[in-house]
């Protein structure tokens, strides 16, 4: 199948001669930063005020992780069918100005005393809702935007800063709450987000969508093309199946992580903040050995054993114990570790995935991979929850991060660990 040009060439715009002296690249990019600045802040905000203000269970944090986790399994793939059609511009404009007006009515409710546990879980649902569609407009407006040839250079600006977010929104989180009061940490989201509504409301450049014909396909017909494309490759197919059991076990291990932290180890939200904080460091690493290391080592054997590095780490957590000298440390080591190795098997796959498929389905696979994957985050977090209640924390852990290895296990038996060097130029070829 032949792959199309971008909408940027289509229109013969001279590319700039770096992606920083465009404008509108730079308003994008600044705009994305921002957005997963309050999206990693959130992580945090939302259980820790659930846990030490509203004095949720391990049954109610469960139930609010899974409110914002929902939309992942219930919108993804209506939101990349949907987004393909309009532009991403408008869609980032208006869900940004959705979040921040979401989390600025629980800010509110929560400095006159009446914010409550319902409340919050509606405010996690419609900013995880909102979130589902930026995170697909904000890719598909890469594409549009830049020439092909500079989709590398801006893929790394994002992921750079997604990786960047990673540090610092944890520790924002944790701190303001901690510092603070929890109305404040909430409202500290409302105004990142509308930061990045006032950066993306300046990109100037029209864009160019899909043409729509006079009868265009149904939605679901759409849907349905990218779930039979991603389900006849073998490669995308093995990516959405270790996707899903990494995700669903994770989900269930952060539910119980976030009630462990402060209620078995006594850490403060600040010191909880900067452990979970340690990830993004990690992440920038696992950036930079995704540059070399498969060309290297062969792509396959890269994803296996970072995937079983990176998900292993979790499984020293439980052996932590009080806040002792060690726990600190221990903790940033442990996370540190994670980081790195799951970045370096996000990249990776990204590049598998971005190679086998044309520029027409982009969008509609990185939506059926997102459902797929992040589809059942939301059980995850319940399950977390029903066992850290039924079993405890310690246990729960462990069971949890056992779980996890069932991912690279998936990997290990597919085609996909058998791909070397040139495992993806030979995949685009096929």
Not at 244 to 263: D, E, G, H, K
Not at 289 to 306: C, F, I, Q
Not at 338 to 349: E, H, I, K
Not at 388 to 393: I, L, Q, R, V, Y
């Amino acid at each position: 199948m032949p792959l199309s040009s971008s909408a940027v060439s289509d229109s013969g715009r001279r590319a700039p001669a770096s992606l920083w002296r465009d404008g509108d690249f730079r308003r994008l990019w600044i705009g994305q930063t921002v957005s997963q600045l309050g999206e990693q802040a959130g992580l945090v905000v939302l259980p820790l005020l659930a846990v030490l203000t509203l004095d949720a269970g391990p049954g109610q944090l469960g139930a609010l992780r899974a409110a914002g986790q929902a939309p992942l399994l219930l919108l993804s793939l209506l939101a990349g069918a949907w987004v393909d059609r309009w532009r991403t511009r408008t869609v980032m404009v208006l869900t940004d100005a959705g979040r921040a007006l979401a989390l600025g009515a629980a800010a509110v409710a929560g400095l006159l005393g009446r914010l409550s546990l319902p409340e919050l879980l509606v405010v996690a649902f419609a900013v995880g809702a909102l979130s589902v569609f930026f995170d697909i407009a904000y890719q598909a407006s890469l594409v549009r935007l830049v020439e092909r040839d500079q989709l590398v250079r801006g893929n790394s600006a994002l992921e750079g800063s997604r990786s960047a977010a990673q540090i610092g929104g944890p520790a924002l989180g944790g701190a303001l709450v901690s510092l603070l009061s929890a109305p404040i940490a909430v409202a500290s989201g409302a105004v990142l987000f509308t930061l990045s509504f006032l950066s993306i409301r300046r990109m100037g450049r029209r864009e160019s969508v899909p043409e729509r014909s006079q009868r265009p396909p149904r939605l679901w017909r759409r849907i349905h093309e990218g779930l039979r494309f991603v389900a006849g490759d073998a490669l995308l197919r093995t990516v959405c199946l270790a996707s899903a059991a990494f995700q669903f076990f994770f989900a269930a291990a952060m539910t119980v992580y976030l009630l462990f932290l402060p209620r078995d180890l006594h850490l403060s939200g600040t010191a909880i903040g900067l452990a979970l904080a340690a990830s993004g460091p990690g992440a920038l690493l696992g950036s930079l050995l995704a540059a070399r290391l498969p060309g290297r080592l062969g792509y396959g054997p890269v994803l296996v054993s970072a995937a079983a590095l990176g998900d292993g780490a979790f499984l020293f957590v439980p052996a932590l114990h009080g806040s002792s000298a060690v726990t600190g440390p221990a903790l940033v080591a442990l996370n540190f570790v994670f980081g790195t190795f799951s970045q370096l098997v996000n990249v990776t796959v990204m590049a598998v995935r971005q190679t086998v498929t044309p520029d027409g389905m982009q969008g509609r696979v990185a939506a059926t991979i997102n459902f797929a994957g992040m589809g059942l985050a939301p059980l995850g977090s319940l399950l977390g929850g029903f066992l850290a209640e039924a079993w405890g924390t310690h246990t729960s852990l462990l069971m949890t991060a056992a779980g996890m290895l069932l991912s690279p296990a998936l990997m290990a038996l597919s085609p996909l660990a058998r791909l070397g060097p040139q495992g993806a130029d030979v995949v685009h070829g096929a």
